[in-house]
């Protein structure tokens, strides 16, 4: 399901951290890539020509994953580059010689987004790969006949900076503006209509 891919050799991260820009498909990519794991959610782990050590993880309860050779791993609020840097170090650590480790996110079920406002239904929902503003709003039953839909505010915590952003739902839905890319614990908010 995921598309965050975070790989590293043994001289390190063979890709930088993407920064937050307009470009939206890196957005995506970047969310993935540096959302923090938790319970419930499942990783692909790759370790290159060892087929016996790669395999889908899913976190546990606890954090924790147990991975074949290295035991119990506690994965939880790691992002996906910190854990294939883990595997790594651990299988460099008396097992292989220069593992290259891929780690793919597959489902991010710890995750979620809120609704709030003039829809339908507001409430919680799960975070899904590639979630867009229009895609959360039809989970949660449209708008209400009093919302403000080109007023809709997401706001978002980021390195602990909370920001808020207008989105223009009316315009992205007619085409007219970028289509917007949630991240895991998005608040979207819908306004009432200014009578």
């Not at 992002?79 to 790594?88: K, N, W």
């Not at 919680?124 to 867009?132: I, K, L």
Request: glycine share 12%; aromatic share 8%; with cysteine.
């Amino acid at each position: 399901m995921g598309v965050a891919v975070a790989c590293l050799w043994a001289a390190g991260a063979c890709g930088g951290r993407v920064a937050y820009e307009p470009d939206l498909g890196e957005m995506v990519r970047a969310s993935q890539a540096n959302a923090a794991l938790g319970p419930g959610d499942v990783i692909e782990i790759r370790v290159f020509q060892e087929k016996e050590l790669s395999g889908e993880f899913q976190v546990g309860a606890d954090g924790s994953i147990d991975y074949p050779l290295l035991g119990t791993l506690q994965i939880g609020d790691a992002t996906p580059s910190q854990v294939a840097e883990r595997v790594r170090e651990g299988l460099a650590n008396g097992y292989l010689r220069d593992p290259f480790v891929t780690v793919t996110v597959k489902e991010l079920v710890s995750k979620r987004v809120y609704v709030l406002g003039q829809v339908a239904k507001p409430g919680t929902f799960p975070y899904e790969d590639g979630m867009t503003i229009i895609h959360v709003i039809t989970l949660a039953g449209g708008f209400t006949k009093i919302a403000r839909p080109n007023a809709v505010v997401v706001t978002r915590v980021e390195n602990g900076e909370e920001t808020r952003t207008v989105v223009p739902v009316n315009e992205i839905s007619e085409g007219r503006a970028r289509n917007f890319f949630l991240r895991p614990g998005d608040i979207v908010f819908v306004p009432e209509s200014i009578l």
